[in-house]
């Protein structure tokens, strides 16, 4: 299996504090790889730096054999890095359609030949997305009408429509109901079995990341601290005892 991401020696510093401090990060394509660590960990600033939002301070960032530390987000998304973002609010009075229609826009809005493609093809383009995240029976419905699960649900639609080969979810069954997060955790194992999709998640929820996760990797103040398969990472009693306090 070939490496998809490779992140060496990364840094991100804020002043004097680095919040990200000498990180190495494989992920294999076509795998689940979940980002674990109490709060303050760097999680976050680990998931800005891999989209672009925050530029390292020194270190490397490769993605499918380019460079992409400190490119701008749109690049790195177009190199095929997507994250699903928390944007339903943005168009509360969109539809699910409409929504999934306009994300696929931004994608081709670079392609010239795209206007007489566009409206033949659109919809169902946008309907095999929908389709995909389990939400054909509410493509009409106003977004902001949604269950909070189905909203994660069409955020995981939106940044599908760029084609990702590599999906960063955050929290992605944060404030889910038992049921909703089961939906989400067969959600993204189909994305990886049926599409061969690589996702990098960070989770609170370890019934969730054990149970989903080929890789884990534990952040503690801003480095690693453990790195493997999750059955070894599980059984790392230190791991376990001092950082996920169980
Ligand atoms: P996590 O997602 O694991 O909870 P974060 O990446 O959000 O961790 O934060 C790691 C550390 O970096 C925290 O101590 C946080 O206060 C600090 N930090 C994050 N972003 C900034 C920023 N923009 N400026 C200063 N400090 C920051």
Known sequence: MSDLLVASGLVRAFGSFHAVDGVDLTVA???IHSVIGPNGAGKTTLFRLLTGILRPTSGRLDFDGDQIGGKPPDVVARLGLAQA???????????????????LVSRHRRTRDMLSWFHSRLTDEAMEVIDRVGLSEFADVESQTLSHGDQRA???????????RLLLLDEPTAGMSPFESQRMVALVQGLTRDMGLTVILSEHDMDTVFGI??????????????D??????????????IYLGS
Do not use: C, Y
């Open 29 to 31: 394509e076509g795998t």
């Open 228 to 241: 493997g398969p999750a059955a070894e990472v599980r059984a790392n009693d230190e791991v376990m005892a």
């Open 213 to 226: 996760s080929d890789e884990v990797t534990v952040m503690h103040q801003g480095k690693v601290i453990a």
């Open 154 to 164: 069409l955020e995981v639609a939106l940044a599908l429509a760029m084609r990702p």
């Open 85 to 103: 973002f928390q944007t339903t609010n943005i168009f509360p009075r969109m539809t699910v359609l409409e929504s999934v229609r306009a994300a």
